[in-house]
């Protein structure tokens, strides 16, 4: 990632026209000689649940970590909330990511060294604003709205995998994005736990009107969104409302 | 949450990475510090024998053997140095003073004295007149002489008897403990330089071997800018051929050599190696450490941190084990330290710098002088090893992050 700062555009949002959340153009992603995505186009709208599917190799999961500005893509534009991401430097992508994208992993992806309400401190570790005990009343009230109001100094090490993935949800809400990723966020777990994950997740995104994207292998995961996007061989395949 | 809140769980975390980490960089500093202290004590003790004669050069030339070994004679390390060559040295850029000598041996049949008649100055009359045990001081114009406490005893001299010196007879004024001032340039008898020097140039063992005249001297002492020594041994040396015998704490310390397996530089030496390998493995270390929190990285990034927060991070981890281990590895040193207490070390002192007749049995004295200096931590140097560890780990901190690291992305995804 370049460390040049980017000119830094005006969202139309702001100039009075409403942006879609997400808009990937004609995006296109090698590795070595194979090439995972074949200039994949997507639109989101604010506040809409999409899920992408399709089978392992199929591109899923690369297209979501281009859309987090965490795996840049060879050719084609992405845009947040009407920020273009070419050219973004490392700050300003960072920037970006801390005020406007939640992320939640397969793995959960927690600090292990960290207690829960510390991991779910981690994106406002720099902020100035709000006020520090602002900062961690909120993470409280967001484990406690995740069922873990009592694991709060717990480490990820003495929490199930379940509970995990609720801290990272916590997390990955911490900033109030209004994007939130999920890469197969139910993976790890087993039916009901995934279940349960999947619908706080849901409750949450909608409570916080955050725009929603996951990406999953499982139908009824994507039987609860409001969008399917079906991926193969590195393009979209097919979408449908 | 902080930064060294962040730092500090995540070095409790990885406990036995922090703990090695820390005790290579604590085991440095107290090798550093302590050999460093070790090699400065024992190079105080190299440069003693010479402080203790009150001069930082001794200056002598080889000469020959008499042809009788019978009245006054030169012992053959010293020579004539003729009063221009004297002038000259005196002349020299360096030099800050000098005092002349006339070194002798009387040899009679019932007796022997090493006679040493020496410039009226704190190197010599003056500065004995402050090691009496008896008696009173000479100067430059007595007719008297000063009697080494050691001599006196054995020949049951005291203050106010007359010794005999050739073929004169001379009054003893005090009594002085010369061995307080160490083993070099000492003599039995003490005298003004003007009455040794009109004493040689008369003994027919001298003037046999050499054109002694009375402004003329066969030993010099010379003091000299500490920071121009190594100069003004060079130009000394330079102006006397190889017949010149000059001494210093320099020439001290290369004839002690063996003697002294600790120099300063052998400690340094040391020292650098050992800093050497705690800073490899301080690098390897943090190099380990970041390899294995590729993902915890990925995940910073994940979450908003940009690469220079995180770097930053990383160095604040690194600059609190490299803070511990230089505060521990001090501690240590200053313990250990303390425990030595001093170092002792038995010098055989050169033969040319005090000779006596080895053929008469009697005169034969021990050269050998133990000498002892506190060992004391040199605060420059602890302050130079802690700043190097800390410069280690930020170094080693730098040097890993800039390696090239893969998109966090294919850390943390799914497929």
Known sequence: MSDRTAPVETPSSA???????????????????????????????????????????????????VIAGLEPPDEGGIRIMGQNLAGMSDRDMAELRRRAIGIVFQGFS???????????????????????????????????????????????????????????????????PSILLADEPTGNLDQETGTAVLDLLLDLGRTHGTTLVIVTHDPDVAAKAGRIVEMKDGRISDARS | MNSLRYALSELAFRRGRSLVTVSSIALAVLVVVVLTALATSYARAIRVPIETVGADVIVQVQGDIPPKLEGLVFPHPNALLPAGIVAQIRAMPGVISLTRAVYMWDLEPDRYASILGIDDDEVGLAGLGERLTGGKPIDAGSKAVLVDSDYAAKNGVKVGDTVKVGDAAFPVAGIVDAARGGKLVRADIYMPLGVAQALAAAAPEVTALYPFGPADANLVLVKADRERLEGVVAKITALLGKQGVVSSELSMRQALSGVLFLSQSMGLIIAAIISAFAAAFVWRATASAVTERRRELAILQAVGWSWPQIREQVLIENLMLAIAGATIGLVLAFAVTLALGQVSITLDLPWDLSSTPHFIPSATVDRSQTITAPVAISWSMAALAAAGSVLIGLVAALAVLALPRPQPWSLLRSE
């Open chain 1, 15 to 65: 100039r009075g026209v409403k942006d879609p959340a997400i808009q990937v153009e004609n995006v296109r992603k090698r590795y070595g000689a194979l090439e995972v995505l074949k200039g994949v186009n997507l639109t989101v709208a604010v506040g809409q649940f999409t899920a992408i599917m399709g089978k392992s190799g199929s591109g899923k999961s690369t297209l979501l970590g």
């Open chain 1, 110 to 176: 927690l600090i292990p060294s960290l207690s829960a309400l510390d991991n779910v401190l981690l994106p406002t570790f720099f902020a100035a604003q709000p006020p520090a005990a602002e900062r961690r009343q909120r993470a409280v009230d967001l484990l406690k709205q995740v069922g873990l109001g009592e694991r709060l100094n717990y480490r990820p090490s003495a929490l199930s995998g379940g509970e995990q993935q609720r801290v990272a949800i916590a997390r990955a809400l911490m900033n109030g």
